[in-house]
């Protein structure tokens, strides 16, 4: 006789499932065995199995001594000193959002994305942790009241792709993969097995001041050299963020203070703003990631090339102010001039090495597939 497990009889037959039934047994069980070794090549071997479009390994030891900025340490030790490895998770944005007309489509797919690295990377840190290592996920958004006026996560997860071999920071700060430039979101899962980490990029992926196109396209001027100004940002990029909520509440109060009718009190409430902090409530959208066009303009990753090329090219945005501004910066560095976002510390996730024509490199493998594929295409491909 077999031996069932406990809920084997609450189990729908397998062969009765729908084929497009999506639960979370849905993939391979888990691969990982209690007590057995588990490689950092297996954990990224299943991260990808569970969807992610990249994965990479960092050591905690590291991330403790190098935290972006030491004045206010983001590090996995302020979470739980127990924490030896840190698995970063990247979801890639799909392309297509970016070559529409307007804003609202990126909008809409980053938080579908979102939900989706959230998924594989519970998925992934349920396995380890039935494995015999206790694992979480931090969060991939929100920001910690007590960490800088609530600016910082409580890791920077475009530090901890860095630190795990995915790519280097860019002139907007962004992380710049080589596969998907900076159209991707990124998570880590913490966790207290010990795992080989990956090596740190030193090549700089960002073309840098020569290309300066987030330069160009940014409608708040809050691009700088490697570094951003996060105020201005926050005005295209959270619409209806916390800043606005604020000052939304502070008209309110004072009309109120001032004996505003109810009326008026009311017509305010029916405004754009109050419509806006509920659909972000509702969907997420709008208060944060409403500016994407760092993100649709950067040259970099073989989705530029395929999808966006063409109608990414002309960047309306553009003005000889913002071009002398880039050429200033160029000279700038050439000149070795002290660069904040370039000194001793910040080098490290920018690339040591500079800029040693990754892009182009990456342009003429894409032709050459690309003309290889065309080679073979059948007459039923081409139809
Ligand atoms: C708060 C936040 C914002 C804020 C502030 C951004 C910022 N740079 O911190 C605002 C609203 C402006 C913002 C905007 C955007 N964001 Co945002 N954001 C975050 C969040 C939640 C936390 C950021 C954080 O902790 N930063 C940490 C610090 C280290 O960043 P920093 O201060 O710029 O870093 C520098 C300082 O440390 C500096 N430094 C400062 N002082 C000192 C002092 C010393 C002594 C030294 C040595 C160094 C130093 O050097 C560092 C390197 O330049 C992260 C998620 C996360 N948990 O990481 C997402 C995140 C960074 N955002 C993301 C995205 C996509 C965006 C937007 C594109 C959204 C959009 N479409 O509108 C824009 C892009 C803006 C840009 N070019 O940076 C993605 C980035 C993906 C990528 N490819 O890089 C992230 C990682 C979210 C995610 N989970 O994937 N964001
Ligand atoms: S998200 Fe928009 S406003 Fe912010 S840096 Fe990028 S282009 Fe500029
Ligand atoms: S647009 Fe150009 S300068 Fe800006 S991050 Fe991308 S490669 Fe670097």
Known sequence: M???????????????RHPRWSGPRRHAPSPFRSGALITADEVKARAKVLGADLVG???????????????????PERISPRVKSVITIVQHIPA?????????PVQYIDMLVLRKMDKVAYQIAGELEAAGHPTF?????ETEWTYKRASYGRLS????????????????????????GPRIYLTGVLTELELAADAPMTEQVCIGE???RCLHSCPGNAVLHFGIDKRACAQHAQEFGFSTIMKFLDRVFDAQEQGAATETLIAMARSREHFGFWQGLLRVVGSFGDCPRCLAVCPVG???????????????EKTSEKVALGKSRQ?????GDPIAGLNDWNIRWVGPEGYKGIVARQVQEFKKLQKERAAVATPTDVE
């Open 331 to 335: 000279e700038a560095r050439r000149r």
């Open 96 to 104: 297509g959002a970016f070559r529409c007309r307007t804003n609202t």
């Open 157 to 180: 997860t475009r530090h901890l792709g860095v630190e795990s071999g995915l790519g280097t920071l860019g002139l907007e700060v962004n992380i710049l993969t080589p596969e998907y």
């Open 137 to 141: 996920v931090v969060p991939a958004q």
């Open 302 to 316: 073989n989705d530029y090339h395929a999808h966006l090329a063409e109608s990414q090219k002309a960047i309306p």
């Open 210 to 212: 020569s290309c300066s």
């Open 2 to 16: 077999t031996l069932l497990p406990a809920d084997a009889a609450a189990q729908p037959d397998p062969a009765r």
């Open 57 to 75: 390994i960092a050591s905690a030891q590291t991330l403790n001594a190098f935290p972006p900025d030491p004045l206010w340490p983001q590090t």
